[in-house]
């Protein structure tokens, strides 16, 4: 959160020694001598919108007498501006090291027709809609819904359920794999230390700006969404060339868990 205007970042906690003894070990080639050279490293930031998303889902309950009941859900997201990814932290288990996964749905999604996106929030939501529930909701003769399931079928999105042997669609069934909605991972101020942006690191630019990721995240997660901030992530990236002068990038995120 912006304190009086002060802009925050979360903490790196590698030092620059160790994030060049991480990238020497990231060298590739090493066969007659063509093992590449690291050309550079630097110290960066990458602005994170921080997304407020509520949204209410209807429960059944009961066995003879089924009951509608609405359970309202909420949960931050933080996503980067500048490459689109949603970002996961995960606090380790059985002494495992705590890290921070960088999800790409809103990467492939962030193109889509907002049809398609609302297609497949609700294929992930269940995890497998028949065709004939699917129609009743997107009327998938009209408006062109095929093509908008097509285009997730051919990202990898979903896959198509045929009746054994025949062409005839049953079904469509999720094939992204991200954690739920409602799970705590995606809170990233519940894992991380928040700290003032400190000088010396570039700042990567904007390339999806809030109005665009919050309305993705709106019709994904089928939920209001609000921009609550903008933070920063800090990050090292490597610069590799080889012998015939072609070069690659290396990312490393550290950041400093609670």
């Given at each position: 959160?912006?304190?009086?205007?002060?802009?925050?970042?979360?903490?790196?906690?590698?030092?620059?020694?160790?994030?060049?003894?991480?990238?020497?070990?990231?060298?590739?080639?090493?066969?007659?001598?063509?093992?590449?050279?690291?050309?550079?490293?630097?110290?960066?930031?990458?602005?994170?919108?921080?997304?407020?998303?509520?949204?209410?889902?209807?429960?059944?309950e009961?066995?003879?007498?089924?009951?509608?009941?609405?359970?309202?859900?909420?949960?931050?997201f933080?996503?980067?501006?500048?490459?689109?990814?949603?970002?996961?932290?995960?606090?380790?288990?059985?002494?495992?090291?705590?890290?921070?996964?960088?999800?790409?749905?809103?990467?492939?999604?962030?193109?889509?027709?907002?049809?398609?996106?609302?297609?497949?929030?609700?294929?992930?939501?269940?995890?497998?809609?028949?065709?004939?529930?699917?129609?009743k909701?997107?009327?998938?003769?009209?408006?062109?819904g095929?093509?908008?399931?097509?285009?997730?079928?051919?990202?990898?999105?979903?896959?198509?359920?045929?009746?054994?042997?025949?062409?005839?669609?049953?079904?469509?069934v999720?094939?992204?794999?991200?954690?739920?909605?409602?799970?705590?991972?995606?809170?990233?101020?519940?894992?991380?230390?928040?700290?003032?942006?400190?000088?010396?690191?570039?700042?990567?630019?904007?390339?999806?700006?809030?109005?665009?990721?919050?309305?993705?995240?709106?019709?994904?997660?089928?939920?209001?969404?609000?921009?609550?901030?903008?933070?920063?992530?800090?990050?090292?990236?490597?610069?590799?060339?080889?012998?015939?002068?072609?070069?690659?990038?290396?990312?490393?995120?550290?950041?400093?868990?609670?």
């Amino acid at each position: 959160m912006e304190n009086n205007g002060e802009k925050l970042a979360f903490v790196q906690d590698i030092t620059e020694a160790g994030a060049k003894g991480y990238f020497e070990k990231k060298r590739k080639g090493g066969i007659f001598g063509n093992k590449e050279e690291i050309a550079e490293i630097e110290r960066r930031y990458a602005p994170l919108g921080v997304f407020d998303v509520t949204r209410t889902d209807e429960i059944r309950e009961g066995v003879l007498f089924s009951i509608t009941k609405n359970l309202k859900k909420n949960n931050t997201f933080y996503v980067n501006l500048n490459g689109a990814d949603l970002y996961y932290g995960s606090k380790g288990i059985f002494k495992k090291k705590q890290v921070i996964k960088s999800l790409d749905i809103i990467k492939k999604i962030a193109d889509l027709p907002l049809e398609s996106i609302a297609i497949l929030s609700d294929i992930v939501q269940h995890g497998e809609i028949s065709y004939e529930e699917l129609n009743k909701r997107y009327f998938l003769f009209l408006n062109r819904g095929f093509d908008n399931i097509l285009i997730l079928q051919t990202r990898g999105l979903i896959e198509i359920k045929h009746r054994i042997l025949h062409p005839i669609v049953l079904g469509y069934v999720n094939n992204v794999d991200i954690p739920a909605f409602d799970d705590k991972g995606y809170n990233l101020k519940e894992f991380l230390y928040p700290d003032p942006l400190k000088e010396g690191y570039e700042i990567d630019n904007i390339a999806y700006s809030p109005g665009t990721i919050s309305e993705i995240l709106r019709v994904f997660f089928n939920g209001d969404t609000e921009l609550n901030r903008i933070m920063y992530m800090p990050y090292d990236r490597c610069r590799y060339i080889d012998k015939k002068n072609r070069f690659r990038y290396e990312v490393l995120i550290s950041p400093r868990f609670l």
